[in-house]
């Protein structure tokens, strides 16, 4: 009985994964421009930017299904939330108008990640070939661009040549899989009435 009901409850038992990947990228020397729209005068001076970006992804590459949790990419001091619009998207190339995220395997494991985005006023590419930054703005007030010009419209230029690092992290979740579990309670139902049969014909002198 005992052997029976482990069986079923093992063919109804499915591992999903979730990965999280973090990727740490090296430094993006480039200028950062600003131009005060009062002066009419510009000022461009040295700036040094790097990615942290971390994915979030459910699912496994094996069983062709992936999805994309959540996506979070910093660089420097700027935090860029157009790669959220992929959020959801099927894999293992997450794609949509702002861009794609298209992830790297390598024996059935999620590696790492190249990712291409692009929204109103910037454009960030993680690839092999290096990291690169592109973000524009206007501003009105405060201390956007660091060099802190009331309407002023900024331009960050950063890039390198080399790829920084991804670290992944891969866990295994068992959940029920309700085909399986089916075919898992079936089996049991049927083994129980093999059993008890025999265990009522024993009973007889």
């Known amino acids: 009985m005992k052997a029976f009901a482990l069986l079923a409850l093992t063919i109804g038992t499915a591992h999903a994964q979730d990965s999280i990947l973090t990727y740490h990228g090296l430094d993006m020397p480039g200028t950062i421009t600003s131009f005060n729209q009062t002066t009419m005068m510009s000022t461009s001076q040295a700036f040094d930017a790097s990615f942290i970006i971390q994915l979030d992804i459910s699912g496994s590459v094996a069983a062709n299904h992936l999805k994309l949790v959540s996506v979070s990419a910093i660089a420097g001091r700027y935090l860029f939330n157009s790669p959220s619009s992929l959020v959801g998207l099927g894999g293992p190339d997450f794609c949509s108008m702002s861009g794609c995220i298209d992830l790297t395997t390598k024996g059935g494991q999620i590696t790492g990640a190249t990712i291409a985005v692009s929204g109103s006023g910037f454009a960030a590419d993680v690839a092999p070939a290096g990291d690169s930054l592109f973000y524009q703005y206007g501003i009105t007030g405060g201390d956007p661009c660091i060099l802190g010009f009331n309407g ?19 866990s295994s979740v068992p959940e029920i899989d309700p085909s399986s579990a089916a075919s898992g309670l079936t089996l049991l139902v049927g083994a129980l009435a093999v059993l008890r049969p025999k265990r009522q014909s024993a009973k007889k002198p």
């Open 152 to 170: 002023q419209l900024c331009t960050i230029s950063t890039a390198n040549t080399t790829a920084g690092t991804w670290t992944v992290t891969t």
